[in-house]
């Protein structure tokens, strides 16, 4: 998975579950009449908590997490990963928020911590946080666009070569084995007359292309189609990551991933020239 597909939201979506994981470790209830020794249970002793609250918030996150970096998401009871996601986030958020106004639940009439009872513990109350902003991450982050934003910015990219030419020491190039080049100040083959031009010199260079390749990053995930046509993309292009275009098609771009596939940008909508 490229970690630079991550947007911000995914970022806090990450710090909530952590967040949620290491209140699963501490107690869930708590007592005034309790003495200080007394072990209370944490979310791993529950059931409820434990796969309503804690797994539930956590399977979650991970569902939108992943589906980010899948190039095209899987369907799930006619839901996509992301959305199967946030539902688990949600439903977490109100099985703490239940467990917050209720935290001794059936015992409560039974006694035991003088008149008040069981209340909720740091855990409970550090799950119903975590919880609530998992799910509002969640949700949130399709549809608000700072939180959209990459989460680790891309390095810049170095200039681009001119589409098409070789890099150092490649076929054509100069210094490379298949290229013929005479030494500094050498004088002309035998049979040619001083100051004729080589085979190589007097083939006439073809006009440079108007479009120059250039880096680019897109804003969001957006899927790249391949050149012939095909309505099925062959790659999904990720927020934070630099691409180059090669070729200019309209008002849709031949993009180059850093694997070596090509394929066609429909929307080109807010893109960022590196």
């Known amino acids: 998975m490229n970690i630079r597909s991550l947007t911000r939201g995914d970022g806090v979506v990450i710090g909530a ?19 200080d020794s007394y072990d209370f249970p944490s979310a791993w002793s529950s059931g409820p908590i434990l796969m309503g609250v804690v797994l539930a918030g956590i399977i979650g996150a991970a569902l939108v997490i992943i589906s980010r970096g899948l190039p095209q998401v899987p369907k799930v009871a006619g839901l996509d990963l992301g959305q199967v996601g946030v539902a688990f986030t949600v439903f977490a958020a109100w099985s703490a928020l239940g467990n917050m106004i209720d935290p001794s639940s059936g015992v409560n ?10 209340d909720a513990g740091i855990g409970l109350i550090l799950a119903l946080v975590g919880s609530l902003v998992l799910a509002a991450a969640a949700v949130a982050t399709p549809l608000v666009p700072a939180l959209q934003a990459a989460l ?8 681009p070569q001119p589409y098409g030419a070789q890099p150092p020491g490649g076929y054509g190039y ?33 006009p440079a292309p108007e479009f120059s390749p250039f880096w680019f990053a897109v804003p969001v995930a ?5 050149e012939d046509g095909s309505p099925t993309p062959i790659a999904e292009l990720a927020p934070g990551t630099w691409y180059l ?4 098609r ?19 909508t807010g893109i960022q020239r590196g």
């Not at 579950?17 to 290491?22: C, K, T």
């Not at 957006?222 to 391949?226: D, I, N, V």
């Not at 275009?245 to 200019?248: N, R, W």
Request: no cysteine; net charge negative.
């Open 17 to 35: 579950a952590v967040l949620l994981f290491i209140a699963s470790f501490l107690d869930i209830y708590s007592a005034d009449g309790a003495p």
């Open 109 to 118: 009439n039974m006694g035991g911590f003088g008149d008040d009872g069981l």
């Open 152 to 159: 680790i910015p891309a390095p810049k990219p170095a200039a």
């Open 174 to 206: 100069p210094g490379a084995p298949g290229a013929q080049q005479q030494p500094y100040g050498a004088q002309p083959q035998p049979g040619q007359p001083f100051g004729a031009a080589q085979p190589q010199q007097a083939q006439a260079q073809p």
């Open 222 to 226: 957006r899927p790249l189609f391949a």
């Open 245 to 248: 275009a090669v070729e200019q």
């Open 250 to 268: 309209g008002a849709a771009l031949v993009a180059q991933t850093q694997d070596g596939r090509r394929g066609v940008l429909q929307d080109t």
